[in-house]
C-alpha cells in the first residue's frame, strides 16, 4: 500500500505563486507516473499536469506556461510549481500516483489519490 502526503496549498492573491509537494510512501515497488488533478466546486475533476518516471510531462491547456511539474525519483515526491495564478485556479488539488508492481507473474498497475490541499486565488 502507498500513502500520499500533500502539502503546499494556501490562500493566495491573483498573479502570485505556490509550490505543492507530494510524498509517496509505504511499500513502493516502482511509481511509473505521478500528476496533479484538481477539482473546482460543482466540478468534475481534471488533469492539470503529470509526468513519468523518465520526465516525460504533460500539461491541460489552461497550465502550459504557467505551471511546471517536476518529480524527484529518490524521494518518491512530486511537485508542482504554480506562478501567474488566476482566481480561476481555485480548487482543491488532489496528486495521483500510478505504481508498477508483480502480482504474480505479471504486473500490474495501482492507482492512488491524496487527500486533496485546497489552493485559493483571490482577485
Known amino acids: 500500500q502507498v500513502q500520499l502526503a500533500e502539502s503546499g496549498g494556501g490562500l493566495v492573491q491573483a498573479g502570485g505563486s505556490l509550490r505543492l509537494s507530494c510524498a509517496a510512501s509505504?511499500?513502493?515497488?516502482?511509481?511509473?507516473?505521478m500528476g496533479w488533478y484538481r477539482q473546482a466546486p460543482g466540478k468534475q475533476r481534471e488533469l492539470v499536469a503529470d509526468?513519468?518516471?523518465?520526465?516525460?510531462?504533460n500539461y491541460a491547456d489552461s497550465a502550459k506556461g504557467r505551471f511546471t511539474i517536476s518529480r524527484d525519483n529518490a524521494k518518491n515526491t512530486v511537485y508542482l510549481q504554480m506562478n501567474s495564478l488566476k482566481s480561476e485556479d481555485t480548487a482543491t488539488y488532489y496528486c495521483?500516483?500510478?505504481?508498477?508492481?508483480?502480482?504474480?507473474?505479471?504486473?500490474?498497475?495501482?492507482?492512488?489519490w491524496g487527500q486533496g490541499t485546497l489552493v485559493i486565488v483571490s482577485e
Open positions: 509526468i513519468t518516471r523518465g520526465d516525460s510531462t
Open positions: 509505504g511499500n513502493i515497488f516502482s511509481i511509473v507516473r
Open positions: 495521483k500516483v500510478m505504481e508498477l508492481r508483480p502480482v504474480g507473474s505479471q504486473f500490474e498497475q495501482f492507482e492512488y
